[in-house]
């Protein structure tokens, strides 16, 4: 019952939005029109990609950019990227970001992607070969976690070019998970009404009554997270009690 009780609680607070393929840019039809192009993700701010210090090259159904570095190391003021900020009372977890990459001739030979938050970087991949050739690349993000107001940008870079060439880009997705987050003051109510169900559970007409953190009257939800942890250790303690008299220990136990 103590797990059941737990697992009503936390269905009432938080409860995920979207999993495992989150979002995916690829870059559908002709440019300018294919390369704006932006999935739209509920109570997340999505940018769409953006060139920083290298060229357009129009290619449909491929975002496709030119005149990257010819030197032999990164050059870390040349990327394309976007952005993603989660809105007010969400959280992002991102698990994985993948894409597909591939170059001109003359193109970028090396590349790597890097994910900063608020412009700060946090972690890159190893650096890859790309070919002429359209082949996949992985970044594993080991469930980071990105708050309300944390700006997201992940950011793709090219060097070791032989010319003007181009990198191209396709089916970059973000593999991860938007959850809402409960404001504190839902708290109390989210544990009264998870006691209420226990009580009821057990006895069909015992309902318990609460106290609020601030001891104003035995109905008040102004409680947070101390209070939620002494209902669940009351939860435990019902659990654990002794089978002689446990509507009487009951009504002696609840309260917080």
């Given at each position: 019952m103590k797990r059941i009780a737990c697992l009503f609680i936390g269905t009432l607070g938080w409860f995920t939005l979207q999993a495992a393929g989150l979002l995916m840019f690829d870059f559908p039809g002709p440019d300018p029109a294919g390369d704006a192009t932006v999935?739209?993700?509920?109570?997340?701010?999505?940018?769409?990609?953006?060139?920083v210090n290298v060229g357009v090259?129009?290619?449909?159904?491929?975002?496709?950019?030119?005149?990257?570095?010819?030197?032999?190391?990164?050059?870390?003021?040349e990327y394309v990227g976007f952005t993603l900020e989660p809105e007010s009372g969400w959280q992002l977890v991102l698990d994985t970001i993948t894409w597909d990459t591939s170059r001109s001739?003359?193109?970028?030979?090396?590349?790597?992607?890097?994910?900063?938050?608020?412009?700060?970087?946090?972690?890159?991949?190893?650096?890859?070969?790309?070919?002429t050739t359209l082949g996949s690349q992985s970044l594993d993000l080991a469930d980071f976690i990105g708050d309300a107001g944390d700006l997201l940008?992940?950011?793709?870079?090219?060097?070791n070019a032989t010319g003007t060439?181009?990198?191209?880009?396709?089916?970059?997705?973000?593999?991860?998970?938007?959850?809402?987050?409960?404001?504190?003051?839902?708290?109390?109510?989210?544990?009264?009404?998870?006691?209420?169900?226990?009580?009821?559970?057990?006895?069909?007409s015992f309902v318990p009554s609460l106290r609020s953190a601030s001891g104003r009257?035995?109905?008040g939800f102004g409680?947070?997270?101390?209070a939620l942890r002494r209902c669940l250790r009351q939860?435990?303690?019902?659990?654990?009690?002794?089978?002689?008299?446990k509507r009487a220990w009951t009504k002696s136990r609840w309260r917080v």
């Open positions: 999935p739209v993700i509920e109570h997340l701010a999505v940018s769409p990609f953006a060139r090259a129009s290619q449909a159904d491929l975002f496709s950019s030119s005149q990257w570095t010819q030197a032999g190391a990164l050059d870390p003021t001739s003359t193109g970028p030979q090396w590349g790597q992607v890097a994910l900063f938050r608020n412009g700060q970087s946090l972690l890159t991949s190893d650096p890859f070969a790309i070919t940008e992940f950011r793709f870079h090219g060097w060439g181009n990198l191209r880009l396709d089916n970059v997705t973000v593999n991860g998970s938007l959850t809402a987050i409960p404001e504190p003051s839902s708290l109390g109510l989210m544990a009264s009404a998870a006691l209420g169900w226990l009580a009821w559970r057990r006895r069909g009257g035995a109905l409680f947070g997270a101390p939860i435990r303690l019902v659990e654990s009690s002794p089978g002689s008299d």
